[in-house]
């Protein structure tokens, strides 16, 4: 277990002390963050997406004021000019080509869940990063006797200004599958001014493996917020109206308090369903109106934002100006929601025509086999994925007796974006040579329990379970 889900101040000690600067002088930026990781032969760990969330809301809240990753989009490794051997090579432990290292943007474009999942924070930190930076790390006492064992002492910690601020909570350990949900936790903040509780009365739940961060004393267009149990996720024009977008995390009941002298009208709580229809307004004592939503945590994760809107998708968004491009990887109906917009929340599709992949499938025994794809050449065709689910160890791809990709198993499928290949395979098919997984393989310890085989008497397993070419559609959007 590794020591970075724990929160420490990293301005005052960094990570990786000592260092050769001051660092009271400079701002703590995090780089080359480890949101995934390369496969050697020998050791496959597997990096979630609740890992990468929990690494950078921990960084974050241990006092980071930049974000940086090794890597955030993975490659393949050019080939040397000679022809004769490859930049990187198995006897140095890793593929000879690919550089999938498990980023959120895999080595072909295919978005994993890790993409998501940081773009809650990414999208927060775009809009009130020039809050968040000039605060400072507060930790509880006895922070230091944390170890990354211990699933019964609360992680947590307070970056603050002026009495204004975030808590970060974590409850993810990386290796630690026996973790479980925090329930009725209630965390008091002694400020300068007041010692507030974080909820005031019934308490909250962190659920295993979730991690969080909730604001308080946040000033709202002169309306101000003395907590939420909702964590904050961007913020848009709405026709001259402030509209501040929130979500729920999980098992974590939304309740919103505001100042009583700093708001028009009665009420100061509120509990908001999440969802589409959760929107609440509040007047500030100044009279400025502003909005609040409160999206659910899987909206959250299908949320973007371009251009001042916000648009909900479970395709993947690609900014343009005045238009944005949808991806949608198997479906040629893509579902979105943009706000604003004449239809308001409501969900509107875009839909291209349907294509059926073209391709052939040549099996020369239970290790090798030969694939043929006809190139696509309609326009709202993106990329073809060829896809292939199998158990077992190292496989291997050739054109024409040169080998043009590699990977290692670590129980998800092998994605293969076609369109780099288009002129290769136009005269040549695509050669794959797979090599069993074996019972004591030294590397067996690091895969889930979920992805390795029925062994039985057998001392090696390999199965090649599905083949499918998955075109990824093209919709443009104009509003």
């Not at 760990?45 to 955030?72: C, D, F, H, K, Q």
């Not at 690919?98 to 978005?111: H, K, L, M, V």
């Not at 968040?132 to 790390?137: K, R, V, W, Y």
């Not at 057998?458 to 083949?467: C, D, G, M, Q, T």
Request: aromatic share 12%.
């Amino acid at each position: 277990m590794s020591p970075f889900c724990r929160f420490k101040d990293i301005q005052k000690k960094p990570d990786y002390s000592p260092v050769r600067y001051e660092t009271d002088k400079f701002p703590s930026f995090c780089a080359e963050m480890g949101v995934g990781i390369q496969m050697i032969y020998s050791c496959r760990p597997v990096v979630t997406a609740e890992a990468a969330e929990a690494l950078m809301v921990r960084s974050l809240g241990s006092g980071a004021n930049g974000i940086g990753y090794y890597m955030y989009h993975g490659c393949s490794t050019s080939l040397r000019k000679d022809g004769i051997g490859f930049f990187s090579d198995e006897p140095m432990g890793v593929p000879k080509i690919s550089y999938d290292f498990q980023t959120p943007i895999g080595e072909f474009g295919r978005i994993r869940d890790s993409y998501h999942n940081l773009r809650l924070i990414h999208l927060f930190v775009q809009d009130f990063g020039d809050l968040l930076a000039p605060m400072e790390t507060i930790l509880p006492e006895g922070y230091q006797d944390i170890t990354p064992g211990d699933r019964e002492t609360l992680r947590y910690a307070v970056r603050t200004k002026g009495g204004s601020g975030f808590l970060f909570m974590v409850n993810f350990q990386d290796h630690d599958t026996a973790r479980y949900d925090q329930r009725d936790l209630q965390i008091k903040i002694n400020l300068a001014q007041e010692t507030m509780a974080i909820p005031a009365s019934k308490g909250v739940t962190l659920k295993k493996d979730q991690s969080v961060i909730l604001p308080f004393n946040l000033d709202l267009e002169g309306a101000l917020l003395k907590y939420a149990t909702a964590q904050l996720l961007c913020k848009i024009d709405d026709k001259d109206i402030p509209h501040y977008f929130f979500f729920a995390p999980e098992a974590m009941e939304s309740e919103y308090v505001f100042e009583e002298s700093s708001i028009r009208g009665v009420k100061k709580t509120f509990t908001p369903q999440p969802g589409l229809e959760s929107t609440f307004t509040v007047t500030s004592a100044r009279g400025q109106r502003i909005k609040i939503t409160t999206l659910t945590r899987q909206q959250a994760l299908h949320t973007y934002k371009t251009d001042g809107r916000i648009v909900l998708t479970e395709a993947t968004l690609v900014p343009g100006k005045e238009e944005f491009t949808l991806l949608s990887l198997g479906n040629n109906r893509v579902e979105y929601i943009l706000y604003p917009s004449r239809a308001g929340f409501k969900t509107q599709v875009a839909e291209v025509p349907e294509v059926t992949p073209v391709y052939q499938v040549e099996k020369a025994g239970s290790r090798r086999m030969s694939i043929e794809v006809e190139p696509s050449r309609e326009p709202y065709v993106q990329e073809q994925f060829l896809e292939i689910s199998y158990t077992g160890d190292v496989r291997m791809a050739f054109i024409n007796g040169s080998m043009v990709l590699d990977y290692f198993y670590y129980g998800a499928p092998w994605p293969i974006g076609l369109n780099r290949f288009q002129e290769k395979m136009k005269n040549h098919s695509m050669d794959f040579y797979f090599r069993p997984l074996y019972k004591n393989a030294e590397y067996i310890e690091d895969l889930p329990a979920s992805v390795l085989p029925d062994f039985g008497e057998k001392n090696s397993y390999l199965k090649v379970e599905e083949i499918r070419v998955i075109p990824e559609y093209k919709v443009i959007v104009v509003y």
